[in-house]
Nanobody, 123 residues
């Protein structure tokens, strides 16, 4: 049974940094796309970054600030979040899907979800 477990959420000031981790079990990163989705208060969940062996996708609003990476040996995907903004506040979900997920990091292409981790950016 596929499981995705997020960690690393918390609070940060604007301009600060956080690193999220997604530990995957019962799947191999080489054969899946792993993504991070952001659910802001009052808004729909949207993909901010996705990674596969072939490509990486970033939402325009996080380009240059967020970096997605993977460690196959640990079967873990990371989201380094720098220069955080208040609008980055919300719940971040790890997600897994096939190759199609890697193109535009779309909600409809997700097969598996983690439970989410909260990020709060405020002064």
């Amino acid at each position: 049974q596929v499981q995705l477990v997020e960690s690393g959420g918390g609070s940060a000031q604007p301009g600060g940094s956080l690193r999220l981790s997604c530990s995957a079990s019962a799947l191999t990163l080489d054969y899946y796309t792993i993504g991070w989705f952001h659910k802001a208060p009052g808004k729909e969940r949207e993909g901010v970054a996705c990674i596969s062996v072939a490509r990486r996708y970033y939402l325009d609003s996080v380009k240059g600030r967020f970096t997605i990476s993977s460690d196959s040996a640990k079967n873990t995907v990371y989201l380094q979040m720098d220069n955080l903004r208040p609008e980055d506040t919300g719940t971040y979900y790890c997600a897994a899907g096939g190759d199609l997920l890697s193109y535009y990091c779309e909600l409809q292409k997700v097969d598996y979800w983690g439970q989410g981790t909260q990020v709060t950016v405020s002064s």
